[in-house]
């Protein structure tokens, strides 16, 4: 499984952006995609995800701010980041569990800079 992520950059606050995140390779079941994100010197942490059900579930920190969609069809996943501020500076993860083996697999990450 690849997952290839896209849609980072710098952005001021208040901006939006748009991250997606292409699946491809041996996808039989996928039990949930999501997204974290990581800073220097911090684990990384859930920013939202999306179950095969479509049920979501986010960060108290982005509530009302980031929408996560997912396009089964394209096998793609997105967030949609809105009132960006600067403490969602980080690099930005695509998260796929498989349904089959409970495998986690991982995007090489994207960065996301907003400056104030």
């Known amino acids: 499984v690849q997952l290839v992520e896209s849609g980072g950059g710098l952005v001021q606050a208040g901006g939006s952006l748009r991250l997606s995140c292409a699946a491809s390779?041996?996808?039989?079941?996928?039990?949930?995609m999501g997204w974290y994100r990581q800073t220097p010197g911090k684990e990384r942490e859930l920013v939202a995800d999306?179950?095969?059900?479509?049920?979501?579930n986010y960060a108290d920190s982005v509530k009302g701010r980031f929408t996560i969609s997912r396009d089964k069809a394209k096998n793609t996943l997105y967030l949609q980041m809105n009132s960006l501020k600067p403490e969602d500076t980080a690099v930005y993860y695509c998260n796929l569990r498989s349904g089959v083996s409970g495998v986690n697999y991982w995007g090489q990450g994207t960065q996301v800079t907003v400056s104030s």
């Open positions: 390779g041996d996808i039989i079941c996928i039990s949930a």
């Open positions: 999306i179950t095969s059900l479509g049920s979501t």
